[in-house]
């Protein structure tokens, strides 16, 4: 047996070896600064990019998982090899033949690693298949099932399909004339082991090589066109093995994952052929699961290479499912996970039910491009299938549709959505805008509920749907407990109801930049200033509890020092937010500061107050205007309620335009 890989040739590949082209086929990386690229990071689950390396030291680190290293330790962790497999790995890349300290170089045979052997095993049987295929007499029926769906050998070649022949130990023959031996051939699923030695894992099977992202030959799905055949399943797919588990693999990721990182969009389809009819209409960034549902593992693998991140404009992932039931319970399901994506998902059902294979011998390209460009947002699509369970002809039917499309849209992220979606959902069902709201609203609060760790109710779980809110999130709103004074819950309150503030809407953002003027400069704003807001002038649920926080804080002598103006507002403010304030009393303002008082400019902190206050009072607008026009359907009028709100109305809107003629 062959001793350890000699020091100087480890060093070698280590300094040859590029940890950015290394990297890059498992991360898709964009500029962090001089010297440096960021990305998400391939080891855990993350929405903003924290994964760093620094080519020039050829050094790698995560600043969210806490893992890092070199380009050696790098492939040992993403592909689960021992030390010695990737530097033998990364060696093979290089082109570059290996000493050993028992001397001299050993045999190639003897010199690859496990690891190294399946994948060699792998290229060498889609070789065999594909010539099988191309060649053989009894390949015709596969031949045959490849034309009749427009596809000719290029494509078999560009794709590298082949055919299993149905003798049952022809590959396994083929594998041992070339070195492999029957360990390497049953442990990388190509083989099965009976009674009489082995057999071909495939046989009399149309085969697609499942390719990891590298373009490496990891396994392969196999398809049946015999009607003879005594396996009736229709797919069959390599088991698990050492170098191939189903769900971190995606076929057709090795020929999209370039245009994917380009145009930050995935299009997942359901089968091989899918894959093959959109790459060859131009949708080039299409993909499929290898026979399991497409699960959370596929969507970090994706999310890396789409740069799903936060801080960037969305990105974009359509799903195309059949028409059929199968197909839309597929869609639910993916709908159920679209929470883990940053980007937006949209989902492409053929009218007809066809599949993008069907599409292109029906319609051609254009077909199929035209499927992709007119996905619909998965909301959209969730709503219009939940709804067609029910008979919207009758009340029950109609009411029992809106309870249940009632969380679809209560949980859409973006906020400024849910509006347009609420009338959207009333007019598919033909009711009132503001019982639909009403469902929204409460659906958003049993969420809020389910979500907690003993189950409870939050505190404002028996508010009437139509509370003065008007929001849909739901959960603790401190400050609101009928007056105007804050109430303040207790600490098995407030945990789990306080979401981090999506810092992507705009309004939230000004709402934190507010929160922090406030807490890193408590005397800025002009005198009285902060009691003309609310706490329900903050969207974020955790901005309204600081906020709550501050305008305790605000009537008691907390403000000798900026230090102890920052723990009296801590000492206020519920304890779930501590370490928000913490972190808003540190954050650097996105603004310059004035250089003889080292305090932002008063046109910086008045258009963060009024942009705030607007929101608040055109909200407020909103939903008295709302409540006007349900007073006017309702069958009791009440004139003196009506009095009070036009009231209300004509001052809320006075202040608007006191707000607007101070900003011109």
Same mark, same amino acid.
């Given at each position: 047996m062959a001793g350890r890989i000699n020091p100087d040739d480890i060093a070698t590949v280590k300094s040859r070896s590029s940890i950015e082209d290394v990297v890059r086929e498992h991360v898709t990386l964009r500029p962090a600064g001089p010297g440096s690229l960021k990305g998400l990071c391939p080891f855990h689950d993350e929405k903003t990019p924290s994964f760093n390396i620094r080519p020039a030291v050829g050094a790698w680190h995560c600043f969210g998982c806490g893992e890092g290293g070199d380009v050696i330790s790098f492939i040992q962790k993403?592909?689960?090899?021992?030390?010695?497999?990737?530097?033998?790995?990364?060696?093979?890349?290089?082109?570059?033949?290996?000493?050993?300290?028992?001397?001299?170089?050993?045999?190639?045979?003897?010199?690859?690693?496990?690891?190294?052997?399946?994948?060699?095993?792998?290229?060498?049987?889609? !070789?065999?298949? #594909?010539?099988?295929? %191309?060649?053989?007499? *009894?390949? $015709?029926?596969?031949? /045959?099932?490849? &034309?009749? =769906?427009?596809?000719?050998?290029?494509?078999?070649?560009?794709?590298?399909?082949?055919?299993?022949?149905?003798?049952?130990?022809?590959?396994?023959?083929?594998?041992?004339?070339?070195?492999?031996?029957? !360990?390497?051939? #049953?442990?990388?699923? %190509?083989?099965?082991? *009976?009674? $009489?030695?082995?057999? /071909?894992?495939? &046989?009399? =099977?149309?085969?697609?090589?499942?390719?990891?992202?590298?373009?490496?030959?990891i396994g392969f799905g196999a398809r049946r066109i015999f009607d003879d055949d005594r396996i009736e399943a229709k797919y069959l797919n390599t088991s698990e093995t050492p170098i191939y588990k189903k769900s971190t693999v995606l076929y057709g990721l090795d020929l999209a994952k370039k245009r994917i990182s380009q145009d930050r969009q995935a299009v997942v389809v359901e089968g091989y052929t899918d894959v093959m009819a959109c790459h060859l209409a131009g949708v080039e960034t299409a993909v499929a699961t290898c026979g399991t549902a497409f699960g959370a593992e596929h969507i970090k693998l994706l999310r890396r290479i789409m740069r799903d991140e936060a801080d960037l404009a969305p990105a974009k992932v359509i799903f195309t499912f059949d028409g059929d039931a199968a197909g839309q319970k597929a869609a639910m399901r993916a709908f159920a996970d679209d929470e883990k994506w940053t980007s937006q998902s949209f989902v492409a059902v053929e009218k007809s039910g066809k599949d993008p294979c069907e599409l292109r011998q029906a319609g051609g390209d254009p077909a199929v491009q035209a499927l992709i460009e007119d996905a619909v947002p998965m909301f959209e699509f969730a709503v219009r299938t939940t709804i067609k369970r029910f008979d919207l002809g009758t009340a029950e039917g109609r009411v029992q549709a809106s309870r249940a499309v009632a969380p679809i849209v209560a949980s859409i992220r973006d906020r400024s959505l849910r509006p347009e979606y609420t009338r959207e959902v009333a007019g598919l069902l033909g009711i009132e805008v503001e019982q639909v709201g009403a469902e929204v609203a409460r659906a958003g609060r049993l969420k809020v509920d389910a979500d907690r760790p003993d189950g409870r109710p939050s505190p404002r779980s028996g508010e009437s749907p139509n509370g003065r809110d008007g929001r849909s999130g739901g959960g603790w709103r401190p400050g609101e407990s009928g007056g105007d004074e804050a109430v303040e819950p207790g600490p098995d309150e407030v945990a789990g109801l306080l979401p981090v503030p999506d810092q992507r809407d705009p309004v939230v953002l000004a709402e934190r930049q507010?929160?922090?003027?406030?807490?890193?400069?408590?005397?800025?704003?002009?005198?009285?200033?902060?009691?003309?807001?609310?706490?329900?002038?903050?969207?974020?649920?955790?901005?309204?509890?600081?906020?709550?926080?501050?305008?305790?804080?605000?009537?008691?002598?907390?403000?000798?020092?900026?230090?102890?103006?920052?723990?009296?507002?801590?000492e206020a403010a519920p304890s779930a937010v501590a370490p928000l304030i913490s972190e808003l009393a540190v954050a650097t303002l996105p603004t310059r500061m004035d250089a003889t008082t080292g305090l932002p400019s008063s046109r910086y902190v008045e258009e963060l107050f009024n942009r705030v206050r607007t929101v608040e009072l055109t909200r407020r607008v909103a939903d008295a205007m709302s409540e006007m026009r349900r007073l006017d359907h309702a069958a009791e009028p009440d004139p003196q309620r009506s009095r009070a709100l036009a009231v209300e109305l004509q001052e809320l809107q006075r202040q608007l335009a006191s707000i607007k003629e101070g900003m011109a």
């Open positions: 993403v592909d689960h090899l021992t030390f010695t497999e990737a530097v033998e790995r990364l060696a093979q890349r290089l082109g570059m033949e290996l000493r050993y300290e028992d001397g001299g170089s050993r045999p190639r045979e003897e010199g690859l690693g496990r690891r190294s052997r399946l994948l060699e095993a792998h290229r060498v049987a889609e !070789e065999y298949y #594909t010539e099988r295929l %191309l060649s053989d007499q *009894g390949a $015709r029926l596969a031949r /045959d099932f490849l &034309r009749a =769906r427009d596809f000719n050998s290029t494509h078999v070649r560009r794709f590298g399909i082949g055919f299993a022949p149905r003798g049952g130990e022809d590959l396994v023959g083929h594998l041992r004339g070339k070195g492999f031996t029957d !360990e390497e051939l #049953t442990i990388g699923g %190509l083989a099965g082991r *009976g009674s $009489r030695g082995l057999y /071909d894992r495939f &046989r009399g =099977r149309l085969v697609w090589p499942i390719r990891d992202i590298t373009g490496s030959t507010l929160l922090q003027v406030l807490l890193q400069f408590p005397t800025v704003l002009r005198p009285g200033a902060v009691d003309l807001l609310t706490s329900s002038a903050f969207s974020a649920p955790a901005h309204r509890a600081v906020y709550d926080g501050i305008r305790i804080a605000s009537g008691t002598d907390g403000r000798a020092s900026l230090g102890s103006w920052v723990s009296a507002v801590t």
